[in-house]
């Protein structure tokens, strides 16, 4: 008895060290306000399905494939520079430095323009759009560059109410704009457009102030700092293109082969995927500043034991995270039969794929920030460019061969691989006891 209320009284203190441990509080609000955020494009899904046919899907989804390639050039990663510099540089010279990222994503925006207007002919061809919606594009892209600057601020100052309502009345605007657009006044796919570029610009414009008035805006040239911008930036672009690759690139090819139809339904099933990907992302964003800050530590034996406490969390993430993908396969099935226009039940058929492919993405985050804490970025970048090459090869064969299903088995074969390779990349920058069974014991608990 006496030992029964001794592990009681212990496991008491547990819950409550891990309730108030910033980390978890910081990701339950994530978590919170993300599921929020990524709740409002499930809710109007079914609304999509019976006002958009999928060809019309298709076309949006193709749409937005094309806005995310253009914010990887655009944007060069400038949000993975700010935050590793977040904690080395003082405000008033941070300030500074986020000027200098706005004048670089500038040059890139223009030199991304002269690009489109050069290819302008094709891009049409293959987004079944016309020139204007190409340059209305851009300015969506560097709108959400922008905003992008202000949610990693409130990230890293671990905000995540400032950080999650700004997100929530995007969506909430995104979404209000193109339904009235498409129900109100019947302009079918180019409403969800026009919806996502207004709610883009307006929060761009707004986003822009705040960092002013926050005094995160200091009008200063400093070339030294454009310089290492884009040295950091540069070399991630082919981690950013393999990340956009295992998102998108799929959906045009499944559009040049199976048609806009096919491409719609296959973006329909992947947009599952974010039951699981907002999850994972939510957490991210709170546990990314936590382990920059741990593994900063200087004390080597604290350090040590930090190390063993990291290993055992991961390992209990990732089994809770492929228990949770499994159960989510079966609500999106029962969504699918009971909420979606029937013209979308051959959705079904990709739902699995989706959902452990983004499984698997979130356990490669966990490892990732590994990597850009040693540095490493550009090691990662080819490790994860070289496997969404072959993705993207993987995919036009398979879907040439049998199939849109087919770049949904390239979709989640390249998610386990190029995990499994970013895995043993991070062990190899920077080492940590993975291997040591032993820091799974009870003692070495993140909350202690």
């Known amino acids: 008895m006496l030992s029964y209320l001794t592990n009681n009284s212990y496991l008491k203190t547990r819950y409550r060290n891990i309730r108030k441990h910033p980390l978890v509080k910081n990701s339950l609000l994530y978590v919170l306000t993300d599921a929020i955020n990524k709740a409002v494009p499930f809710l109007i899904l079914p609304v999509l399905t019976h006002y958009l046919i999928p060809s019309d899907y298709g076309i949006v989804a193709n749409y937005n494939v094309y806005i995310n390639f253009l914010i990887i050039f655009i944007g060069i990663n400038v949000q993975s520079i700010l935050s590793v510099n977040f904690y080395k540089i003082e405000k008033s010279k941070l300030s500074e430095y986020i000027f200098n990222i706005v004048i670089v994503v500038t040059t890139m925006l223009l030199a991304c323009g002269i690009v489109v207007l050069l290819f302008s002919e094709q891009l049409e061809k293959y987004l079944s759009v016309g020139l204007s919606y190409l340059l209305a594009g851009l300015l969506i892209a560097v709108s959400q560059v922008i905003s992008s600057l202000n949610l990693t601020l409130w990230r890293l100052e671990e905000r995540p109410i400032y950080f999650g309502s700004y997100q929530i009345s995007q969506t909430i605007l995104d979404t209000g704009i193109s339904l009235i657009l498409i129900i109100g006044l019947n302009m ?56 956009w690759a295992r998102a998108g690139a799929d959906r045009l090819i499944v559009s040049t082969f199976a048609g806009v139809s096919a491409s719609g339904l296959y973006a329909a099933g992947f947009q599952f995927g974010l ?31 930090k190390k063993k406490q990291l290993v055992k969390f991961t390992y209990l993430y990732i089994a809770g995270l492929m228990l949770l993908t499994l159960m989510a396969v079966f609500g999106s099935n029962f969504v699918i039969d009971n909420f979606l226009s029937s013209k979308y039940s051959g959705t ?21 920030g590994f990597i850009f804490f040693a540095k490493k970025s550009a090691s990662l970048a080819w490790v994860t460019f070289l496997c ?22 390239s979709n989640f074969a390249i998610s386990v691989l190029n995990c499994f390779f970013v895995m043993l ?16 014991s009870p003692k070495h608990s993140l909350g202690r």
């Not at 936590?290 to 034991?305: N, Q």
């Not at 969404?388 to 088995?409: D, E």
């Not at 990349?425 to 820091?439: D, H, R």
């Open 275 to 305: 039951v699981i990907s907002f999850l994972t992302l939510a957490f991210s964003n709170a546990y990314a500043p936590f382990l920059y800050k741990t593994l900063a530590i200087e004390d080597k034996h604290l350090l040590a034991t």
């Open 388 to 409: 969404s090459s072959l993705q993207v090869a993987l995919s036009y064969f398979l879907v040439k061969k049998i199939g849109p299903v087919g770049a949904a088995y």
């Open 425 to 440: 990349l991070s062990s190899k920058v920077y080492q940590m006891p993975w291997l040591e069974f032993n820091t799974l």
């Open 348 to 368: 079904k058929i990709f739902i699995g794929w989706a959902l452990f492919a983004q499984a698997f993405q979130g356990v490669y985050l966990m490892f990732a």
């Open 188 to 243: 079918s796919w180019a409403g969800r457009i026009a919806g996502i570029g207004l709610s883009s610009v307006l929060c761009a414009f707004f986003s822009f102030i705040l960092l002013a008035k926050r005094g995160y805006l200091t009008f200063s040239f400093n070339k030294q700092y454009i310089k290492e911008a884009f040295k950091f930036g540069l070399p991630l672009i082919p981690h950013s293109l393999s990340i």
